[in-house]
Nanobody
Framework: QVHLIESGGAVVQTGGSLTLSCVAS????????MAWYRQAPGRQREWVAS???????AYTESVKGRFDISRDNAKNTLNLHMNSLKPEDTAVYYC?????????????WGRGTQVTVSS
């Protein structure tokens, strides 16, 4: 069983910066592709950024150049550095781990952390 705990959410002003963290436990963190998702009120959860086991990153278009996803395998931690925040970035942010076993791949989710960007 993989456990993910997000932290770092806060209320920030437009243009501000914030760093989210996700600490994982329960398996070999370095072997998991990881991702950040977010869900704004009344909207579906959407993918924000991903990082592979080898450190290859990808971002949704709306955050390119502003967000930076990283991982620290020694600390079992996934980070999301967010700059130039906009009100439309307001959402609950979730981290996801993709765990592959002999039975196949399964997604594990944290409970989320709230980010509110005030205008």
């Amino acid at each position: 069983q993989v456990h993910l705990i997000e932290s770092g959410g806060a209320v920030v002003q437009t243009g501000g910066s914030l760093t989210l963290s996700c600490v994982a436990s329960g398996n070999d963190f370095a072997s998991n592709p990881m991702a950040w998702y977010r869900q704004a009120p009344g909207r579906q959860r959407e993918w924000v950024a991903s990082i592979s086991t080898g450190g290859v990153t990808a971002y949704t278009e709306s955050v390119k150049g502003r967000f930076d996803i990283s991982r620290d395998n020694a600390k079992n931690t996934l980070n999301l550095h967010m700059n130039s925040l906009k009100p439309e970035d307001t959402a609950v942010y979730y981290c996801k781990a993709v765990v592959t076993t002999l039975r196949g791949a399964r997604d594990y989710w944290g409970r989320g952390t709230q980010v509110t960007v005030s205008s």
